[in-house]
C-alpha cells in the first residue's frame, strides 16, 4: 500500500470470523449471487428525486461500513479497508415511457445481471441505490449491496437515517446523519474475547457430532448437476387469510414463535431424510452482544448462526 492509496482511506482493521467466511464462500461461488442482498420498494406520492438521491449519499458517507472494501491478496490475513470517498453509489432510472411489463422485464434483466456479475469486493461502494420512475408519482427503490457489509439488523437502521436525512434535505435544513459507534469496535471487541473459551463452548455444544447432517436428495437431472454452485434464487409459498389464522392460533396455544414452528419443522425433514435423530443447521440470530455498549445501534455484521436440534 502506497503512501498516497493511504492517504485516501479512513481505516484498516481484521474481518470477523463471519465476514472471512462470507468472504471464501462468495470468492468460491462469484457468478452464484451468494450473499448479493437485492431489495425492492414501491413508492406512491410525489418524490423529489435530487432530495432522495442526495439522502442516500449522506447515510452512504456518514458510515463507514458502507464505504468498505476488502483485501485478500498481498496480506496474511484478509483485511478490510474504509475509504474516505466512493465512486456514487446512487443511480437516477426513468422507464416511464414502458408499458408496466416492460418496465418490471427491464428491472429484473438488471438485477439478474447483477447477480452474475456479482460485486468486485477489492472496489467500493459493494452497496448500490436506483431510483426508478415508473410514472407520475410511482417509482420503486432498488438496493443492492453485499451482506458482507451488514445484516439485516442495520436495515432498519439506516432507513430511519435515510427518511432523516431525505426530510431534512426537502425541507432546506441541514442534513445530521447520526454517527453511532463505529464498527471497527465490534472487531476490537471480538479480538478480546478468549478463543479457547469459545471453542470449549462449541465443543460442549456440538459434543456427540462428528459429521455435517447430509440432506440426501437425488440430482434428477444434468441441469441440477450443473447447478452443483447453484445461483441464488428465492422461493415464495403465500398463506391465504384462513391458513394466517390457523398457523397463528397453532402457535400461540403452544406459546411459540412461527419461527420456532418452521425450525421444528426443519429439523423433521432434514431427520427423516438423513435417517438421524441429532440434526445440526444453520439458523440467522439478530441478537448482539449486550457486553459491548451502544452495539445496537452499529452498522455492520454483526449476525450470527446455528441451531442443534434431538427430533
Same mark, same amino acid.
Given at each position: 500500500?502506497?503512501?498516497k492509496?493511504?492517504?485516501h482511506?479512513?481505516?484498516?482493521?481484521p474481518?470477523?470470523p463471519?465476514? &472471512?467466511?462470507? %468472504?471464501?464462500?462468495?470468492?468460491?461461488?462469484?457468478?452464484?449471487?451468494?450473499y448479493?442482498?437485492?431489495?425492492? +420498494?414501491? !413508492?406512491?406520492g410525489?418524490?423529489?428525486v435530487?432530495?432522495?438521491?442526495e439522502?442516500?449519499?449522506q447515510? !452512504?458517507g456518514?458510515?463507514?461500513?458502507?464505504?468498505? $472494501?476488502?483485501l485478500?491478496?498481498?496480506?496474511?490475513q484478509?483485511?478490510?479497508?474504509?475509504?474516505?470517498?466512493?465512486?456514487?453509489?446512487?443511480? +437516477?432510472?426513468?422507464?416511464?415511457? %414502458?408499458?408496466?411489463?416492460?418496465?418490471?422485464?427491464?428491472?429484473?434483466?438488471?438485477? *439478474?445481471?447483477?447477480?452474475?456479475?456479482?460485486?468486485?469486493?477489492?472496489?467500493?461502494?459493494?452497496?448500490?441505490?436506483r431510483?426508478?420512475r415508473?410514472?407520475?408519482?410511482?417509482? *420503486?427503490?432498488?438496493?443492492?449491496?453485499?451482506? !458482507?457489509?451488514?445484516d439485516?439488523?442495520?436495515? $432498519?437502521?439506516?432507513?430511519?437515517?435515510?427518511?432523516?436525512?431525505?426530510?431534512?434535505?426537502?425541507?432546506?435544513?441541514?442534513?445530521?446523519?447520526?454517527?453511532?459507534r463505529?464498527?471497527?469496535?465490534?472487531?476490537?471487541?471480538?479480538?478480546? &474475547?478468549?478463543?479457547?473459551?469459545?471453542?470449549?463452548?462449541? &465443543?460442549q455444544?456440538?459434543?456427540?457430532?462428528?459429521?455435517p447432517?447430509?440432506?440426501?436428495?437425488?440430482?434428477?437431472?444434468?441441469?441440477?448437476?450443473?447447478?452443483?454452485?447453484? %445461483?441464488?434464487?428465492?422461493?415464495?409459498? =403465500?398463506?391465504?387469510?384462513?391458513?394466517?389464522?390457523?398457523?397463528?392460533?397453532?402457535?400461540?396455544?403452544?406459546?411459540?414463535?412461527?419461527?420456532?414452528?418452521? &425450525?421444528?419443522?426443519?429439523a423433521?425433514?432434514?431427520? =427423516?431424510?438423513?435417517? %438421524?435423530?441429532?440434526?445440526?443447521?444453520?439458523?440467522?440470530?439478530?441478537?448482539?452482544?449486550?457486553?459491548?455498549?451502544?452495539?445496537?445501534?452499529?452498522?455492520?455484521?454483526?449476525?450470527?448462526?446455528?441451531? =442443534?436440534?434431538?427430533?
Open positions: 500500500m502506497t503512501n492509496t493511504a492517504h482511506l479512513e481505516d484498516v482493521y474481518l470477523s463471519l465476514q &472471512q467466511g462470507m %468472504l471464501f464462500q462468495s470468492l468460491l461461488h462469484q457468478e452464484s449471487g451468494v448479493l442482498m437485492q431489495d425492492r +420498494y414501491r !413508492i406512491g410525489e418524490l423529489s435530487e432530495a432522495f438521491l439522502a442516500w449519499r447515510v !452512504i456518514a458510515h463507514p461500513a458502507l464505504r468498505t $472494501s476488502f485478500w491478496k498481498t496480506q496474511k484478509p483485511l478490510q479497508v474504509v475509504h474516505r470517498q466512493i465512486a456514487d453509489p446512487v443511480e +437516477y432510472i426513468d422507464l416511464e415511457g %414502458l408499458a408496466p411489463e416492460q418496465q418490471e422485464a427491464h428491472i429484473q434483466a438488471l438485477l *439478474e445481471q447483477e447477480q452474475r456479475n456479482g460485486f468486485n469486493l477489492a472496489k467500493p461502494p459493494l452497496i448500490r441505490v431510483l426508478v415508473l410514472g407520475a408519482g410511482r417509482h *420503486e427503490m432498488v438496493r443492492s449491496f453485499h451482506h !458482507i457489509l451488514m439485516a439488523w442495520c436495515i $432498519s437502521l439506516i432507513m430511519v437515517d435515510f427518511v432523516d436525512a431525505y426530510d431534512a434535505l426537502r425541507q432546506g435544513r441541514a442534513v445530521n446523519v447520526r454517527k453511532p463505529p464498527y471497527r469496535d465490534y472487531i476490537a471487541w471480538l479480538q478480546q &474475547q478468549s478463543l479457547p473459551e469459545a471453542q470449549g463452548f462449541w &465443543q455444544q456440538l459434543q456427540g457430532l462428528d459429521a447432517t447430509p440432506l440426501v436428495i437425488e440430482r434428477q437431472t444434468r441441469q441440477s448437476q450443473y447447478r452443483e454452485a447453484v %445461483l441464488v434464487d428465492d422461493t415464495l409459498i =403465500r398463506f391465504d387469510a384462513q391458513q394466517t389464522r390457523e398457523l397463528t392460533q397453532f402457535c400461540q396455544s403452544r406459546r411459540i414463535t412461527p419461527n420456532t414452528l418452521f &425450525q421444528g419443522a426443519w423433521v425433514l432434514l431427520s =427423516r431424510y438423513s435417517g %438421524l435423530r441429532d440434526v445440526l443447521f444453520g439458523v440467522t440470530v439478530s441478537g448482539r452482544p449486550p457486553q459491548l455498549a451502544g452495539v445496537e445501534d452499529m452498522i455492520g455484521q454483526i449476525g450470527r448462526a446455528s441451531c =442443534r436440534e434431538r427430533v
